[in-house]
């Protein structure tokens, strides 16, 4: 490799092709700080809502038996949730701003005034809260009788992250 | 406790796919490593998941996967041992001012470039828990990752071990791992200090000292196990407990210490002395089962934590296409570039520039490490799986295309540099590969 048997050929390549480049990671390091991501929502959260009333709804049998809490897997604005004892209804939702939105495909057990129905699942960040909390309503979709049942969730403390 | 019926079926559904699938893989020459990788993905919610979602629910309830999990990471805890037992540090001086250019900008171009991409990323596919710093600084440093043992294997195969391709491609991926795996230290240690009580300095004190002390202190006292082993031709299975005893105990101090089990296996396997035949010697004892048994389990958990369904819709294969776009042209550009204007021939630094792209095993070890600590999301890690996959996938393919044998064996007889570790390769008489 003749071009860089010279210590000087050497250093002049190391410096434009190591140094600069470093250099520019500073930069891009530096800029990114003042980047907006998504507000977060990840984690596992207790609802608290009518769950007598939820019952009573055309696809709520399910949701009211479980113990309603829910876990969110979030990747930036788009995110899975988990409804009841996280082993039945698995959903996608997405996040605009402080509010999501996510539609919940009932499960079987609900009978056969639920087949082909969907939960909606609306509601509001609060991003000052401490823990987080968001506010809400589950409702019917294609129901004019049924009311939107009200919901508030709680975020539990995270576990500890980074064991494997 | 785990249901022991449950665990035994999981573990034999895994080695039976991934031994299948990997056999596949063998057949259409590809390592057989990345066979096994994909078995993972077909175990998971991408495919069986979503063929049989009741059949993936009975034979992977969440509730068991836990103890996958803790099997499959002392595989993995076992194999970064045998990584840092392969890498020898003396070997980069062999080779001069090209293979320190080659391997630094096989570090910082893809480096450099991913975070260029986290600039676009970041918004889209993180959120605000996440600092920017840690996401751009981990996209890195899993973009520019090497899978050491992958490589040698695919240079053993094509007899290039003793090739200058072949000797600078394993001098640079061990400058690489070593520089990535110190990188993603950082990272691990700037998120865990921030949930730690202890603080910052006190933690990279405790590892700087940790460090020396291994480097300057018990480093010496391994060579016993390499004076026994010359005197003897063998070493005992007490003597073989005691390595992994001494494996296990620095990987329990780093995490005490706040960084990662894997980063105290990684370094003891480091400091251990690199004498050929003892190196071969230590892998043969601890190869079979790790690479048999336990990685495909590493795998298969991978496979399940990965769900391709979430990059869903044009927008989000934009973005996982653009991670493979960036990873290549960094890792396979960079190296490329930088061996040409070292003096390589055109075709020869392709030839690196492709096998430096290679990362296999040691990208799922990273992306894992990531999603534990919550640095990635869900989709992200699908998408940085799917890249690993590529990357490794196309190596062999567009290295015969682009370098075919006929040229490179020209130059293993004209090549008098030094060879390479040949225990690095982690084969198995089937040809098994980590």
Redesign the interface.
Known sequence: ?????N?RN?II??AL??GL??L??FG??K???G????????GTWTVQADTNYLATLPCGKSLAASDLGMTI??????F?LSLGN??KSTT?GTLVGTSLKAFVVPLLSDGAACRGRELSLLATVDPKSNPRSLSGTISVNDCDTCKPVAFRALRQPSA????? | MPNLFTLVLQIAVVLAVCRMVGSLFRLIHQPRVVGEMFAGILLGPSFLGWLAPGLS?HLFP?TSLGFV?ALS?VGVMIFMFLVGLGINPKELKHH???A??TS??SI??P??LA??L??YL?????????A??SF??FM?AAMSITAFPVLARILTEKDLLGSRLGTIAIACAAVDDVTGWCILAYI?LL??SA?SANPLWLTIGGLIGFALFMIYGVRRALRRFQTIYERQGALSENVLAFMLLLVLSSALLTEWLGL??LFGAFLMGAIMPKEQKFVRYIVDRFETITITLLLPLFFAFTGLRTNIG?V?GPEMWMYAGLIILVATAGKLGGSM??SW????PLREAAGLGTLMNTRGLMELVIL??GL???VI????FSMMVLMALFTTFMTTPVLELICPDRILRAKVATFSGHPPVPSMTFESSDGTAA
């Open positions: 490799m003749p071009m860089l048997r210590n050497f390549a190391y092709l190591v480049p470093i520019g990671l891009v390091l800029s990114g700080r980047l907006a991501a998504p507000i977060s929502l990840d897997s979030q990747s930036g604005g788009s899975t996280g082993t996608p500890t992250k980074g064991g494997l | 629910a969440p999990n990471q001069g001012h090209a320190v250019l630094h900008v910082t171009a480096f450099v975070a260029f986290s600039l970041y918004p889209k596919l993180s959120d605000e828990s996440v920017f710093t751009a600084l890195g691990v998120i865990r949930h990662h089990l979430l869903n570039v930088a204007l070292a003096g390589m894992n490490i534990d600590i919550k999301s869900p989709a992200l």
